[in-house]
């Protein structure tokens, strides 16, 4: 044994490099791996290839109970499938070698691999909908308070809190309905594939990708061995989600200044300065914009690594962990973002004041006049721009202002122009489906929407669990039967 491994060693240097960034993931490929394996050695029984008195399914059934702890992944003993391996051997002997046939180590960590993500997958989604589902219940609570909306940092037209903070949900649904794509792509199995075109032994696929919880076995053998794109798809779906989140934690940072003092974070949600025992630094939103640049450069990972030609084993197994954690860092982040706007405290009368002197009544009183007097709207910006230089709209202001720009005298109503000096009656006005009018109906809709992808995740989630319940009881049937301790 140890002769075997002492012929097999690599040289330290690629032991550093190499073997020892690939033991990082073994924690997350782990339990997934072991699963892997007794799919494959349940197949090897079932075609009559495993011996009768093997001791295979004992040894991974022990493994089954161990975690990666315990296993001892060492780089020194090579990367995670042949560190397992010689844990394995420890156990049972030789008869760890039957777990070879008629499969390569990319087969069985590739499978573990797209479990390990389907399951993040399944976290990010969840976590998204519970976003959405808080984000929706207070919009509905501030679709009353008004405030200006933005653009440049300039006050523009009237809006309320609730139609701002909405507008982050609709790109969260969109992403989560990508996830769900994601997730169906992902949830394939790449077992029984042999080394990339088939195997002598006659492994039942089918079978297999129900053993393993999967929707279907990849129908292609060689694309099963060597896709990249579901991952990189899921890493630039989850990498869009957290960009989303950071606008919003951006804005609130904003908000949240003394400037602004629109909204406040929680207390469990900021931190104190060390110097400075009055400030209530938004250490959240830090941490949801952080994340996201940890997420651009895990896309832009995966990007490089998919630029490569086909059959090279660096296009994936820099992804074996990278992929699952960056699913797993925005689940945190989109999770840490639920809390924030969950506590959010928001000062309307603060928002309210933003609105004096800002004229966001500007672009209606602008419309009025085109349909009072006919004038084309181009000439009525100009005039309302004009009267805006005295400081303030009124009949009169606006009727010098139409002399001096237009050269004619117009006749306008002083209360319709008084009206619309009330934010209140601004924001009425704006009926529109998907304004700030319309919060409740949106919110409805986008909690049915994301309440069925749950259920979606929910199904898959029972169908994985079942599965591997399955597997394990056959294993120890089997193992039984063998004569093996299980």
């Known amino acids: 044994m140890s002769d075997r491994h002492d012929e097999m060693r690599g040289a330290p240097e690629l032991e550093a490099a190499g073997y020892a960034r690939e033991i ?28 009768a008195q093997s001791r295979l399914l004992e040894g991974l059934l022990r493994l089954w109970e161990a975690d990666a702890k315990a296993v001892g992944y060492d780089p020194a003993l090579g990367e995670v499938y042949t560190s397992r391996e010689y844990w394995l051997r420890g156990h049972i002997g030789n008869d760890a070698g039957h777990l070879h046939l008629g499969r390569t180590r990319r087969e069985a960590v590739r499978t573990a691999f797209r479990m390990a993500c389907r399951v993040a997958l399944a976290d990010l989604i969840e976590s998204i909908a519970q976003t959405v589902e808080i984000m929706c219940e207070q919009s509905r609570a501030w679709s009353g308070m008004e405030l200006p909306d933005y653009t440049y940092l300039q006050p523009a037209q009237p809006t309320t809190f609730g139609h701002y903070v909405l507008s982050f949900t609709e790109p969260l649904v969109r992403d989560a309905r990508r996830l769900v794509m994601d997730l169906r792509d992902v949830d394939a199995s790449p077992a029984g594939s042999g080394a990339a075109n088939g195997s002598a032994v006659a492994m039942d696929r089918d079978r297999m990708a129900r053993q393993l919880g999967f929707l279907r076995p990849i129908r292609h053998l060689r694309d099963a061995m060597w896709q990249t794109d579901p991952f990189l798809h899921a890493t630039l779906d989850a990498t869009s989600i957290v960009l989303t989140l950071d606008r919003l934690a951006e804005d609130l940072e904003i908000y949240s200044s003394r400037e602004f003092g629109f909204v406040s974070l929680g207390d469990g949600l900021v931190r104190p300065s060390i110097l400075m025992p009055q400030k209530r630094n938004p250490y959240a939103l830090s941490v949801v914009r952080g994340t996201a640049a940890l997420l651009i450069g895990r896309s832009g990972t995966q990007m490089a690594l998919a630029k490569s030609p086909s059959a090279r084993s660096d296009a994936l197994i820099y992804s074996y962990g990278e992929v699952p954690r960056a699913l797993e860092w925005a689940t945190r982040g989109t999770r840490l973002m639920a809390a924030v706007i969950n506590t959010l405290r928001v000062d309307d009368e603060r928002m309210r004041q933003a609105l004096t002197g800002a004229h966001v009544e500007a672009t209606d009183v602008a419309h009025l006049l085109c349909a009072a007097t006919g004038m084309d709207y181009s000439s009525a910006h100009a005039v309302v721009a004009r009267a805006l230089r005295d400081g303030h709209l009124s009949a009169a202001t606006l009727q010098e202002a139409a002399s001096e720009v237009l050269g004619r005298a117009i006749v306008i109503d002083a209360a319709e122009i008084q009206a619309l000096a009330d934010p209140q009656f601004l924001i009425g006005r704006r009926t529109l489906p998907g304004g700030p009018g319309d919060v409740a109906d949106m919110a409805a809709e986008y909690e049915a929407e994301q309440r069925d992808m749950q259920a979606l995740v929910q199904e898959a989630r029972s169908r994985w669990s079942q599965a591997e319940a399955q597997t394990i009881n056959e294993a120890r049937r089997v193992a039984g039967t063998q004569g093996g301790q299980t």
């Open 24 to 51: 990082e993931d073994a924690p997350i490929l782990h339990r997934w791996l072991t699963l892997a394996d007794l799919a494959h050695a349940l197949d090897l029984h079932r075609v009559g290839a495993l011996p």
